[in-house]
C-alpha cells in the first residue's frame, strides 16, 4: 500500500473516530418527543414494570417516547452533573432529598410549584414534601418511594446469646444492654452503625431530636447536654468493642453483606433490603424477625429514606416532562411498584391501601405495615445547603478522633462545633 | 507526510491530554463548581490558600510517607527475580503466578485486601488466632488505626506491583554477561559474594529506574486509598485528596474544582521533578556506561 493511501486510511480513521463520539442519530421518519428519565439503580431488578409503565404513559401521549438512563448509586450525581454539563441533560431525573441542595444550588431543576398544580402536590404526604422535596420553602420536587427504617434481628444469634423476642431493643440504650450480652456469648456482632459515610453521623443526633444547624445554617446548635450525650453514647459504643472497628471506615453496603452472612444480629435499615436477604441468605431470612426502628430513650422519630423525582429547567417539553413525573408517582402506578419491593408510597391514597394495612404474616408483611404506619412520624435526615462536604469531613475527622481515644468526646464536640461555625461563616 | 501520520495520536491526546491539563491549570486561577452561578476569578489566592490548608499538608505528607513503598518493592522483586530468573522445571508457572496480581484490577485487589484485613471479621486476624499469636478476643485494626492503616495499605500496593518490577528485573539480570559470573565463580566466590558483587551492581541503573517508577506510581496512589479506607483514619494521599475536595459529590460534596486544580498543578510540578530527576539519573549512567 502506498504511502498517500495509507496516510488517507489513518485519516479517513481519524473522522470516524471522531465522529463516532457524537451522540445517536434521529430515528425514523416521524419524529417523535423524546422524554428522558434518568434514575438510580432501578435495573435489571424492575424492567418489566418499567416498560410496562412507560408502554403505557407512550399509550396516553402517542407522540411521546420515553428513553430510560439508569445507573449505579455510586457516582450518579457526579454523572448527573456531567449530563447537566452537556447540551442534553435528562427531562425526568429521580434523586434523594440528600441531593437536591447541590442541583437547587446550581440551579438546573425547575420548581415544581409552577410544573404542577396544587391538587397534584397535595396528593403527597406533606411531612415528606416539608422535607424531602423543599428548600427554603421552595418545593422542586416530588416524591416517590419511601422507606422508613425497621429493625430486623437475626433470632438464632439471639438464642445463642441467651435473648428471646422479648429482649429485642426498642431504644438504642436497650440496644447498648443486649450489645454487651452478644459480644460476651457469641463471636458475632450486635450492629453495625456507619460512622463516617457522607456525614453519617449527624443522623444519629437528628434521631435524637438534637438539632444540627439553625435555620439559616448560620451555627451549628448540637453543642448542648443532649447533643454531648448522644455523642457520647455513639463514640463510647465503638470505644468499647460493641460494634466492628470497621463502623469508621465502611459504607452502607458492608453491614447488608454482615447481616446475610449471619455475623450481625441486628439490622437497621429500609425494608427493601429484607428481599436482599430472602433471595441470598434464605437461611438468616427464616430467622429474621422484625420491629420498629430503634428509637433514642423515648424519643418517637422515624427517619425515612425518600427517593424524589426532579424536573429538568433545560428540558425542551417542560410540561410532557412533568406529566410524565406525575404520571410515575401517582397512587395506581406507585401502589404496583410498591407490590414488587417492600417500599412505601409517599401519595397518602396509595399508603391507605389495604396492602398496607392487611398484611401476610411473613419479615416482608410485617415490615411493610411497620413502615407505612411509621411514615407520618417521619423525617429526612437532610444534608446542609451550605458547604455540606467540608461539615463531613470535620464530622468524620472528629468522629474518628474521639473513637480512637485521641480526645474526649466534650473536646471533640466542641472543636466540632467551633470548626462547623467557621465553615458555615465562610 | 510526516505530520499526517502523527495527526490521529496528535488528535486524540490533544483532546484528551494536553487540553484537560492546560484548563485545569486555567481552573486553578478560579473559584469553580460546574455549573454554579458563583464561579468567578480570584487570581493566585486558590494558592495561598493551600499553604494554610493543613488537609493538604496532612495529604501531601502521607504521599511521601507513601514513598517508603518504594524500597520494600525493590527489594522483594529483585529477591523474586533472583529467584525465578534459573531455567528450573515449572518456572515459568511461578512467574506466571507472581504477575497475576499485575494483570489483576486494583479494585478487585483493593477489595479482596480489604476483606482480608477486616479487623473482626477478617481472613488474617483469624488465622492469627487460630495460630495462637493473637487471643481469642484480640484483634489488629490492620485498616482501622492511625497507626496502622498507612503501612496496610502501602503493603497491597506493593503486593500488587511486585510482578511488575520483578519482570524488569529478570531482564536486567538477563542482560549481565555470563562470563562475569563465571569468572567471579572461577575466582572463588561464594552465591552471596557473585550476589553483591557482580550481579547488584550490573543492576544499579534498574534499581533506579525501579525505583524512579515506583516512586511517581506511589505518588500517585489512588484506588487502594478510595477502596481500602476511604481516606480515613489519617490515610488521605493527595490523589484521594484532590478528588475528594474536587470531584467528589455524593450526597453533598460541594466540588470545588478550582481548588482541587491547584493542588494538582502544585502535584504535577512534583511529579515533574521526579520524572526530571529520572531522566537525569538515567543519563548519568548512560554516560558513565559508554564513556
Redesign the interface.
Known amino acids: 500500500m502506498k504511502?498517500?493511501t495509507?496516510?488517507l486510511l489513518?485519516?479517513a480513521?481519524?473522522a470516524l473516530?471522531?465522529f463516532g463520539c457524537r451522540s445517536g442519530s434521529r430515528e425514523g421518519g416521524t419524529e417523535k418527543i423524546e422524554i428522558s428519565f434518568f434514575t438510580m439503580q432501578l435495573r435489571p431488578v424492575f424492567d418489566d414494570y418499567f416498560n410496562e409503565l412507560f408502554a403505557e404513559f407512550e399509550k396516553l401521549h402517542p407522540n411521546v417516547k420515553i428513553k430510560w438512563m439508569d445507573y449505579p448509586a455510586?457516582?450518579?450525581?457526579?454523572k448527573l452533573?456531567t449530563s447537566?454539563?452537556g447540551s442534553d441533560p435528562p427531562d425526568v431525573i429521580n434523586l434523594?432529598p440528600?441531593?437536591l441542595?447541590?442541583f437547587v444550588?446550581?440551579?438546573?431543576l425547575q420548581s415544581s410549584q409552577q410544573a404542577f398544580p396544587k391538587e397534584v402536590v397535595d396528593k403527597y404526604f406533606p411531612n415528606v414534601i416539608r422535607d424531602a422535596c423543599q428548600i427554603k420553602g421552595k418545593t422542586y420536587a416530588l416524591p416517590w418511594y419511601l422507606a422508613t427504617g425497621v429493625t430486623m434481628c437475626n433470632m438464632k444469634i439471639f438464642q445463642e446469646a441467651g435473648l428471646t423476642q422479648e429482649d429485642i431493643p426498642k431504644t438504642s440504650q436497650e440496644m447498648k444492654g443486649i450489645a454487651r450480652i452478644i459480644r460476651e456469648k457469641t463471636d458475632k456482632?450486635p450492629f453495625f452503625p456507619i460512622y463516617?459515610?457522607?456525614?453519617a453521623f449527624r443522623g444519629f443526633f437528628i434521631s435524637a431530636g438534637v438539632p444540627i444547624l439553625d435555620e439559616n445554617e448560620t451555627r451549628a446548635l448540637f453543642n448542648t447536654p443532649k447533643g454531648l450525650e448522644v455523642f457520647k453514647f455513639w463514640t463510647d459504643i465503638y470505644k468499647e468493642g460493641l460494634v466492628?472497628?470497621?463502623a469508621?471506615?465502611a459504607?452502607h453496603r458492608r453491614p447488608i453483606e454482615?447481616y446475610k452472612n449471619g455475623?450481625l444480629a441486628v439490622f437497621n435499615s429500609g425494608p427493601q433490603f429484607l428481599k436482599h436477604v430472602k433471595a441470598d441468605a434464605p437461611d438468616v431470612y427464616k430467622n429474621t424477625v422484625v420491629r420498629p426502628g430503634i428509637q433514642w430513650k423515648d424519643q418517637e422519630i422515624y427517619t425515612v429514606d425518600v427517593h424524589i423525582i426532579v424536573l429538568s429547567k433545560k428540558s425542551k417539553h417542560p410540561e410532557l416532562a412533568a406529566k410524565f413525573a406525575a404520571f410515575v408517582t401517582n397512587a395506581s402506578n406507585q401502589l404496583k411498584f410498591c407490590k414488587l419491593t417492600t417500599i412505601i408510597p409517599s401519595v397518602m391514597e396509595a399508603a391507605h391501601d389495604p396492602y398496607f394495612t392487611e398484611v401476610e404474616d411473613t419479615p416482608e408483611g410485617k415490615a411493610r405495615k411497620i413502615s407505612a404506619e411509621a411514615i407520618q412520624k417521619a423525617i429526612v435526615v437532610r444534608?446542609?445547603n451550605k458547604?455540606?462536604?467540608?461539615l463531613?469531613?470535620e464530622m468524620?475527622k472528629i468522629v474518628?478522633s474521639v473513637c480512637?481515644e485521641?480526645m474526649t468526646a466534650e473536646e471533640g464536640l466542641g472543636i466540632l462545633e467551633e470548626r462547623w461555625n467557621e465553615i458555615l461563616g465562610e | 507526510m510526516a505530520y499526517t501520520f502523527l495527526l490521529p495520536t496528535l488528535v486524540i491526546l490533544g483532546m484528551f491530554m494536553f487540553y484537560p491539563i492546560f484548563r485545569a491549570f486555567l481552573l486553578s486561577f478560579w473559584q469553580y463548581t460546574p455549573l454554579s452561578p458563583d464561579n468567578r476569578f480570584v487570581g493566585i489566592s486558590n494558592y495561598t490558600q493551600l499553604f494554610s490548608d493543613a488537609e493538604f499538608w496532612g495529604a501531601l505528607k502521607n504521599s511521601f510517607l507513601y514513598l517508603l513503598v518504594v524500597p520494600v518493592i525493590i527489594i522483594l522483586s529483585l529477591g523474586l527475580s533472583l529467584l525465578v530468573e534459573p531455567k528450573i522445571p515449572f518456572i515459568n508457572f511461578f512467574r506466571a503466578c507472581y504477575y497475576l496480581p499485575v494483570v489483576t484490577m486494583m479494585v478487585v485487589v483493593a477489595l479482596v485486601w480489604s476483606k482480608i484485613f477486616e479487623t473482626d471479621f477478617g481472613l488474617l486476624n483469624t488465622f492469627l488466632r487460630r495460630l495462637g499469636f493473637l487471643g481469642q478476643n484480640q484483634s489488629i485494626p490492620w485498616l482501622t488505626s492511625k497507626k496502622l492503616a498507612l503501612f496496610t495499605v502501602m503493603s497491597v500496593t506493593a503486593w500488587k506491583g511486585l510482578g511488575y518490577y520483578m519482570v524488569i528485573f529478570i531482564a536486567g539480570l538477563r542482560s549481565i554477561p555470563p562470563q562475569l559470573i563465571e569468572a567471579s565463580m572461577i575466582d572463588g566466590c561464594k552465591p552471596h559474594q557473585t550476589l553483591f558483587h557482580v550481579k547488584i551492581p550490573m543492576l544499579w541503573p534498574y534499581i533506579t529506574l525501579v525505583g524512579i517508577i515506583s516512586s511517581i506510581s506511589a505518588l500517585q496512589v489512588f484506588e487502594e486509598i478510595y477502596i481500602m479506607t476511604r481516606g480515613q483514619v489519617g490515610t488521605s494521599t493527595l490523589v484521594f485528596h484532590i478528588y475528594d475536595t474536587g470531584i467528589w459529590i455524593q450526597q453533598g460534596g460541594e466540588q470545588e474544582m478550582g481548588y482541587a486544580c491547584s493542588m494538582g498543578v502544585l502535584f504535577f510540578f512534583i511529579i515533574f521533578a521526579f520524572s526530571l530527576l529520572n531522566y537525569r539519573i538515567m543519563r548519568r549512567f548512560h554516560t558513565t556506561e559508554t564513556g
Request: glycine share 8%; no cysteine.
Open positions: 504511502i498517500r495509507r496516510a489513518l485519516l480513521l481519524s473516530i471522531l455510586e457516582g450518579y450525581d457526579t452533573i447537566f454539563m434523594t440528600q441531593m441542595p447541590t444550588s446550581r440551579g438546573v456482632f463516617t459515610e457522607a456525614g466492628p472497628s470497621e469508621l471506615t459504607m454482615l455475623k444534608t446542609p458547604h455540606p462536604g467540608k463531613f469531613r468524620s474518628e480512637l485521641e
